[in-house]
């Protein structure tokens, strides 16, 4: 099946810089995207979605960019805290407004916050 | 968002035997999921539970070998059977809402010895 991959496995920035994780998707059906969030030992949390209809979407100190074009997602943090340290996955889906949960997931990009 | 907890949190079985695992929702939903995560891996969707009926299982993924119940729409466990090592994984419970929107629980991590 179609899957989303992601450029970098592993990112290390300094606290207080701004950071950008990217994923690729592969499958243009997909209308639906969204990151999550997952701390050691813990589930995903969502962070933010994005529906295929828009190409920006803000949250607070969050920004998911769309371009679907080249089948591009990424998510930027700005001012980047320690907290902020997990492993971040981006997941795909289509048929957006349907009761579905084939959501296809992403390999995971590390996040390490340095103070 | 939902509350969701499962028990339990983790466990370490004997190759051979099953494991149920709970999940519970603070709140009545439509949709619950069963996924997969292996070591150092992303998620897999397992299957679907259904309120009612038999659950949708993905490809790769059978009824004989995870079993699942979805009694009502606050509650659904999930049972490895006749576990090996291979079968050592994270196993989350979400929950779908607001259309697509899904929320996961904490996990439950599994080691097969």
């Known amino acids: 099946g179609e899957s989303v991959g992601l450029h970098l496995p592993t990112l290390s920035v300094q606290e207080g810089d701004n950071s950008i994780i990217n994923c690729a998707y592969s499958n243009s059906a997909s209308d639906y995207f969204i990151w999550y969030k997952q701390e050691s030992g813990k589930g995903p949390q969502f962070i933010i979605d994005i529906r295929s209809n828009m190409d920006k979407r803000q949250g607070q100190r969050v920004t998911v960019l769309l371009n679907k074009t080249v089948k591009h997602l990424s998510l930027q943090i700005a001012a980047t805290q320690p907290g902020d340290s997990a492993v971040y996955f981006c997941a795909e889906t289509y048929n957006y407004g349907g009761s579905q949960g084939n959501l296809i997931f992403g390999k995971g990009t590390k996040l390490s916050v340095k103070p | 968002s939902a509350v969701i907890s499962q028990k339990p949190s983790r466990d370490i079985c004997q190759r051979g035997t099953s494991l149920t695992i709970q999940c519970q929702v603070d709140s009545q939903v439509t949709m619950m999921f069963w996924y997969r995560q292996q070591p150092g891996q992303s998620l897999t969707l397992i299957a679907t539970?259904?309120?009612?009926?038999?659950?949708?299982?993905e490809s790769g993924f059978v009824i004989d070998k995870f079993p699942i119940s979805r009694p009502n729409l606050t509650f659904s466990t999930l049972t490895v059977s006749n576990m090996s090592p291979e079968d050592s994984s994270i196993y989350l419970c979400?929950?779908?809402?607001?259309?697509?929107?899904?929320?996961f629980g904490p996990g439950t991590r599994l080691t097969v010895l």
């Open positions: 979400s929950v779908e809402e607001n259309s697509n929107e899904q929320f």
């Open positions: 539970a259904n309120q009612g009926s038999e659950a949708t299982y």
